[in-house]
């Protein structure tokens, strides 16, 4: 059941004792948690403490509160006072240690050229560690914005979504609690400001190691101004536990890091004779953003999304992320399966589709190069193409196809990029279209417009918007250099909002899964294709290896070229497919097995009934194992040619543990004994093991979780274990 919570503020108000520092039981809070929360889900939920207790009351008189936001799992810390507002901790509960060694702003912000701190105290001793008896001494800045109140409410849906097409059954929003901290500008620069208001907005979800932090800015002066830069987040992170830190944000890309570690000039006790060491996080906007703020507009920063974790292991931190993008993106485990087509006339379209059919597909994307124009205003070529989706709908299969957006791509000079260096087109990939430039309008305008007349159910945006800046001062929809990422990037996601609102599936080689596409590389280089097949194969599988220790198998997309792809000739292609239908499987094999879903992109997926039957029987397997197929990979062995591979999919919730996909690429048999590390199937004592469909043995599990089971593979040859 969702919770919800309604909006509530709390005003400093007056007539109330003085409070200590910290809450009684404060204490309680670096005890380390007693479970594993990705083996038991941990039962907590979010929750805003003031002085240990959940009462919403927030009042002063000479005194101050502790204001706490945790989940049982991690807990942010604030000091409050009139006018101060300051995080003093971030606590890793489930180790019991604090991640933070001292107090810096909330924010700092430079509005019409001037810098502004945002919350923070100053007077600290010592930045080596932060004693609780030195708050009291502690003080405001005198030019910060100072506190006036906070809100609670609930965590926002950022863009529109429901589950489908296989998705985990995951509320959205994500469960949690949100907290805002408002602030207003210091005395001095009340008769430029009043009436700016600044915002610090915290969600801290449900089950999870992880919250976010963004800022917005509304302007209720009677004038413009301008957000030059903002820096919104600035912890003092200690030595030890940098490692066990991660964020990132819906705003990271191609020249668009956010996170930054530097010096810290106010540690002046570090070991440091040069005092550099990089223990000062800063999410940043790395240009502008530049943003020009009318009177009654607000501005709204990228977030930052922090975990904590309690291990520096590889795997588990992997486990905490994948973990994370499953619960505040869930739309990436959306997984259809889907055919990339090379043609797109009606005749090679419905061929498609009757072959996906045939097999189990789900979904057929019209690729590059295969004639398809989503932009067409053609009232003739739209009419033949909503005949082809009814067509694929009638099949039960899902149908769209590809666009380029703007990278890579000259639409004239003058709505090209603007190189800041030379004052002429030119960007990143030679040229590209600026996405704030009046041409964007036409094309969304366009491609909306095709979408809704055809009834499509997926696109796939090749060179969307990937960081390009642009010095144009002309454009439409930027000021100039300064805006031109922020502006780009806000319009690019606002066409996947448009897109999901439509419930379309998003396909992408750029990283907007915080802003709602579903599925991007999982570990792509184009001329990789263009290898002999066996060589194909066998990089594949490093590829998914490698790539899902940071993503769930549902996120990343691979590639089969059935036909010929960036050269390599026959070598390379699997067309005729039935002469080639042994690396053919391995394909299927290699990608269904992982539950990644490749783009198997040619005219056809099947040319002898031989050949159909293969592909079906991937399908089925596939689809038979679907729920564990689609769960966390635990890395076995990684593929190098030298002896088997293997990953082991785990599901503690489920009644199949764990599946086990094992492949010998080797040109002679394998007699071999296998180590799976059980621990986060959830199971401690005994396994039932069966290899493929037939009879389950027992096998009792070590004292390390692990089990050792006897391979015997033929040459080139591909086996599947499942647990339970």
């Excluded at 979800?205 to 800015?217: E, F, H, Q, R, S």
């Excluded at 990089?278 to 009318?294: N, Q």
């Excluded at 100039?480 to 502006?487: I, K, M, T, V, Y």
Aim: hydrophobic share 35%; with cysteine; aromatic share 12%.
């Amino acid at each position: 059941m969702i919770k919800k919570r309604k909006i509530i503020s709390f005003f400093p108000l007056v007539f109330c004792l003085p409070i200590s520092v910290f809450a009684d039981d404060s204490t309680s809070l670096y005890q380390p948690h007693p479970s594993d929360w990705l083996i038991s889900p941990i039962e907590v939920e979010a929750e805003v403490f003031i002085d240990g207790s959940n009462e919403q009351t927030l009042s002063f008189e000479n005194g101050s509160h502790t204001v706490v936001l945790d989940n049982g799992l991690i807990a942010r810390i604030f000091h409050v006072t009139p006018g101060t507002f300051a995080t003093i901790d971030l606590v890793n509960r489930m180790t019991g240690d604090g991640v933070l060694r001292g107090v810096k702003p909330e924010a700092v912000i430079v509005i019409d050229g001037k810098p502004f701190e945002i919350g923070g105290l100053k007077g600290q001793p010592d930045y080596a560690y932060l004693n609780p008896e030195w708050l009291k001494d502690m003080h405001g800045g005198a030019d910060a914005f100072s506190f006036s109140h906070l809100e609670k409410s609930e965590p926002l849906a950022r863009y529109p979504w429901q589950p489908k097409r296989h998705a985990i059954n995951a509320p959205w929003p994500p469960l949690g609690v949100s907290l805002s901290a408002h602030f207003k500008p210091p005395i001095n620069a009340l008769e430029k400001y009043d009436g700016l208001d600044v915002a610090i907005h915290y969600e801290l979800y449900d089950g999870i190691p992880a919250l976010a932090k963004w800022i917005t800015v509304t302007n209720h002066t009677a004038h413009a101004v301008t957000i030059d830069s903002a820096s919104t987040e600035i912890l003092a992170v200690n030595e030890e536990q940098k490692h066990l830190f991660h964020a990132e944000s819906n705003y990271a890309f191609a020249d668009m890091d956010t996170n930054h570690w530097g010096p810290d000039w106010e540690y002046t006790s570090q070991v440091d004779y040069l005092y550099q060491s990089p223990v000062l996080f800063t999410s940043r906007y790395p240009l502008g953003p530049g943003m020009k703020l009318a009177p009654g507009e607000t501005f709204e920063s990228f977030i930052t999304f922090e975990m904590l974790f309690d291990s520096d292991d590889r795997e588990r931190q992997g486990l905490f992320r994948r973990r994370m993008l499953r619960t505040l993106t869930p739309q990436v485990t959306e997984n259809p399966i889907f055919m990339h087509v090379r043609n797109s006339d009606s005749k090679t379209v419905r061929q498609a589709v009757d072959q996906c059919a045939e097999v189990g597909f789900e979904m057929v994307i019209l690729t590059f190069w295969s004639g398809f124009d989503i932009e067409s205003e053609d009232p003739d070529y739209i009419a033949n193409f909503k005949a082809d989706v009814e067509y694929a709908h009638g099949k039960g299969i899902e149908i769209g196809g590809y666009t380029l957006m703007c990278a890579s791509r000259d639409v004239g000079d003058k709505n090209n990029c603007i190189d800041p260096i030379t004052g002429k087109p030119g960007s990143k990939f030679g040229q590209s279209a600026c996405l704030a430039g009046e041409w964007s309008d036409g094309y969304f305008r366009r491609v909306l417009n095709f979408i809704d007349a055809v009834g499509l159910d997926v696109i796939e945006t090749d060179g969307p918007y990937h960081g390009d800046v642009c010095a144009s001062t002309q454009h439409k929809h930027h000021s100039g250099l300064a805006d031109s990422q922020f502006r780009q990037w806000q319009r690019c996601v606002d066409f996947y909002a448009e897109c999901l609102k439509r419930g379309m599936y998003i396909n992408t080689p750029d990283s907007y899964y915080y802003n709602g596409s579903q599925k991007l590389p999982m570990g792509y280089r184009e001329t990789n294709w263009s290898l002999p097949r066996w060589r194909q194969i066998l990089i594949a599988r490093q590829n998914i290896f490698d790539g899902t220790y940071l993503k769930p198998p549902s996120m990343g997309w691979m590639f089969v070229p059935l036909v010929e792809y960036h050269g390599g000739g026959p070598a390379a292609t699997l067309e005729p497919l039935s002469e080639h239908l042994t690396e053919y499987e391995w394909h299927l094999a290699l990608n269904f097995g992982s539950g990644v879903i490749a783009c198997y992109r040619g005219p056809r997926l099947y040319d002898t009934e031989e050949t159909k039957t293969v592909v079906k029987k991937w399908v089925d397997f596939y689809k038979t194992y679907r729920k564990i197929l689609s769960s966390d990979i635990i890395h076995v062995r990684r593929p190098d040619h030298k002896s088997i591979d293997c990953i082991l999919h785990v599901n503690p919730n489920l009644r199949q543990r764990g599946l086990a996909m094992v492949y010998n690429p080797l040109d002679t048999p394998v007699n071999t004994q296998l180590k799976l590390p059980l621990y986060y199937t959830g199971l401690t004592t005994t396994a039932q093991i069966r290899e493929q469909e037939g009879q389950a043995g027992t096998y009792h599990l070590d004292r390390a979780y692990t089990i050792t089971l006897p391979v015997a593979m033929p040459a080139q040859s591909i086996t599947w274990f499942v647990i339970e």
